[in-house]
């Protein structure tokens, strides 16, 4: 294997070396660009594994495989290790010993699957469970595997015939929903009564997996949480003996909580698992315990119900279990978590202003330096980070213009790039320029935002004016496989972005700040900050513009429609709020919506009525496409129809674009290219005339 690295090594300069005729980048491009992720490292730190995604451009469909790189070897090129036809093979992770693990549905069910990579030997199968595995940890000594996977709660093996599946009684295909069962529908699919996502330690001898325990006994919940969570939320002590992990309970609060709790259990003991962060009822995750075993280092949240609060970095004395909260002093919030080697500082990734870079924090001062080195090494977004042997860092980045690579920083802080995937397909795409700017918002507060163009345009260019969700979100110097502004860029546009009062990475004030005032001060910003762009770049023709956005920039959008009736040429409204009534009543994750009106609509039915867009509708006129999908549980589709019922009924210009197999987000390949065909076709019928 080795040999075949060295002998296939190749120059990263010469990918990247420019074609002779560039072409504009297409939706196409974007669907099917090699997508990079969950890098790991050997225990000697010299071979890095990660998962790499490809996507046939005839079918769009797509697969996962597994790709080894030797950082010792000059200009080494990946290999694909664990890469089978039909299959994916995903969440790659190192033995001590050195073999490697991961998960694969070679054998019709996602499994564990193991490559003595010094034997070069053909994988084997590690677990063979009942259940699918969404995820496992190693631990340190290599004797037990924790994995975990969605489960019934009446199993005590990973996996078996439930009795209990919520049925109603009879010949139906109904499923019944008891009293103060929790969710009975989250993100994109229904609950399955009794069943959760539940840790189960196994013992591994011999590159198998046997005698499966559950990790979560008493308690009813998921953990990892779900929709979003992995294995961030669960970890190994260094003693190989202890686990923690992060639970949500599910019960009648569940909808309006964002109590996530750290639990530690001790395998193998009759122990029930200890609460660890009881005494906080909002959120406490990533639990990252120290090199030496004497430090639980974690994320917490300090106001009960609110999802967009500051996550302070934490530092709990595991023999005493005095905790103290690190960065508190720090108006940024914590995404992820790697101790150093030493156990005395730690890696912390955050955003900031439009990036998300790497920090270093000092494990007994709670000191928080932003680490640099290249001018560009740490710009962009920065994550996956991991420690390796001599003080080395590997991690991945990506930026507004360059989809994710994996790079090293070594203990002297200079950056090698390891991979570029995608080198020879990007050096075929003509230039775009990204620039940021900064203007006084509402209130006069500064706020920024970016621009994108063609490099080499030379007339006044249209503008696609887009609009980012959350709302607690940005969108600054990182990557989109679904909002790409590169990709509206390419096709002929001025693309702006503004992070309104309410955006992330600013300060906790200034994300709180749109709270209870969703169409106040970000409407502000949205129309000085277009102001602002024209100024600062003359070429952009900002009355001849279309507006765009999804989730809260689909609520803009609505917004817009009848608070801005002559701003925009054009809008185009993703999975947005149209009735906030409707919405308080449809939606799953009820803390966000309370939290962000002051309560439920039936206390303080003024907060929602205050900025709700249907009590707008009769003075709508801009032509408005609007997208919605059929498995959207957080902002149900029924608001994208009552929206497109509006415009219909008004006879404004609209179209409806309805995608039955999508959730809040486009992720399917020919789904994406759907919709990016179908939003540039209206863009250009109004702003290319």
């Known amino acids: 294997m080795r040999n075949m690295l060295l002998t296939s090594a190749i120059a990263l300069t010469a990918a990247l070396s420019s074609p002779a005729l560039a072409r504009p980048m297409t939706e196409v491009d974007l669907a099917t660009l090699k997508r990079v992720a969950a890098p790991t490292a050997s225990p000697d730190g010299r071979w890095v594994v990660f998962q790499q995604t490809d996507t046939e451009k005839e079918s769009y469909k797509r697969s996962t495989g597994l790709w080894l790189i030797d950082r010792n070897a000059k200009d080494a090129k990946p290999v694909p290790i664990a890469d089978t036809a039909g299959k994916n093979e995903t969440s790659p992770a190192f033995a001590p010993d050195g073999s490697l693990y991961f998960i694969s549905n070679a054998s019709g069910k996602d499994q564990i699957w193991r490559i003595d990579l010094a034997a070069g030997t053909a994988a084997t199968q590690v ?17 037990k595997l924790l994995a975990w996977g969605d489960i019934p709660k009446e199993c005590t093996d990973f996996g078996c015939d439930a ?17 103060g069962v929790g969710f009975v529908r989250h993100w994109d699919q229904w609950e399955t009564p009794g069943t959760y996502s539940r840790p189960f330690v196994f013992n591994l001898e011999g590159g198998k997996a046997s005698v499966a325990r559950p990790v979560d006994a008493g308690l009813i919940g998921d953990s990892p949480s779900k929709p979003f ?86 530092l709990r004395n595991l023999e005493n279990g005095e905790t103290r909260k690190l ?79 994996l790079y090293t ?33 509402a209130n006069g507060d500064k706020v920024w935002g970016i621009i994108l163009k ?12 887009i609009v980012h969700g959350g709302p607690q979100g940005s969108f600054g110097n990182g990557w989109s496989t679904r909002w790409n502004p590169r990709l509206f860029a390419q096709q002929g546009y001025g693309v702006v972005s503004v992070d309104f009062h309410g955006s992330t990475g600013y300060g906790q004030a200034f994300t709180d700040s749109i709270n209870k005032d969703w169409g106040g001060k970000p409407l502000q910003d949205l129309k000085l900050g277009l102001a602002a762009a024209g100024k600062q770049d003359a070429q952009l023709d900002i009355a001849n513009a279309c507006a765009l956005g999804a989730s809260y920039g689909g609520y803009m959008m609505n917004w817009i429609a009848g608070q801005w009736t002559d701003g925009f040429k054009c809008l185009v409204q993703h999975d947005g709020v149209f009735d906030a009534r409707a ?56 608001q994208g129809l009552a929206a497109f019922t509006a415009l219909q009924r008004r006879g404004v210009p609209s179209q409806l674009l309805v995608f039955p197999d999508e959730n809040h987000w486009v992720l399917k390949g020919a789904n994406s290219v759907q919709w990016h065909q179908t939003v540039f076709n209206w863009l250009d019928s109004y702003l290319k005339k």
Do not use: C
Not at 454 to 465: G, W
């Open 583 to 638: 919405m308080a009543y449809e939606t799953e994750e009820l803390w966000f919506d309370e939290w962000e009106h002051g309560g439920p609509y039936f206390e303080v039915p003024e907060e929602f009525e205050k900025w709700n867009p249907v009590n707008h509708v009769a003075k709508w006129k801009t032509p408005m496409l609007v997208i919605t999908s059929e498995k959207d549980f957080r902002i149900p589709y029924t």
């Open 163 to 179: 009795k209990d599946k919520g049925a109603l009684v009879g010949p139906g295909s109904g499923r019944l929903y008891k009293d």
């Open 409 to 441: 920083r070594d203990a002297k802080g200079k950056v090698k790039q390891l991979t570029a995937v995608n080198a020879a397909t990007l050096a075929e795409f003509d230039p775009v320029k990204f620039d940021r700017m900064q203007f006084a918002g």
């Open 127 to 143: 677990t063979d469970t009942q259940a699918d595995v969404a995820g496992f940890k190693i631990s340190p000594d290599g004797k």
């Open 229 to 314: 969570g992995g294995g961030e939320e669960l970890a190994w002590g260094a003693d190989s003996r202890t686990v923690f992990f992060t639970l949500r309970k599910a019960d009648r609060h569940e909808p309006t909580s964002t109590n996530l709790d750290i639990y530690s259990w001790l395998v193998d003991s009759r122990m029930m698992p200890v609460n660890l962060t009881e005494g906080n009822r909002a959120t406490d995750t990533l639990p990252t315990p120290s090199p030496d075993g004497k430090w639980l280092a974690y994320a917490a949240m300090a106001r009960p119900g609110y999802e967009a609060d500051r996550q302070v970095l934490m």
């Open 327 to 405: 960065t508190d002093a720090w108006d940024r919030s914590v995404d992820s978590i790697a101790w150093a080697a030493d156990g005395k500082s730690l890696f912390v990734t955050a955003q900031d202003v439009l990036d998300h870079p790497l920090f270093k924090v000092d494990a007994a001062t709670g000191k928080v330096e932003k680490l640099k080195a290249s001018a560009e090494a740490f710009d962009g977004t920065v994550g996956d980070v991991t420690v390796l042997p001599g003080g080395a860092l590997l991690y991945t980045r990506n930026t507004a213009l360059l989809p994710t690579d």
């Open 454 to 465: 063609p490099a080499n345009a030379t007339a006044k260019l249209p503008v696609a004016f």
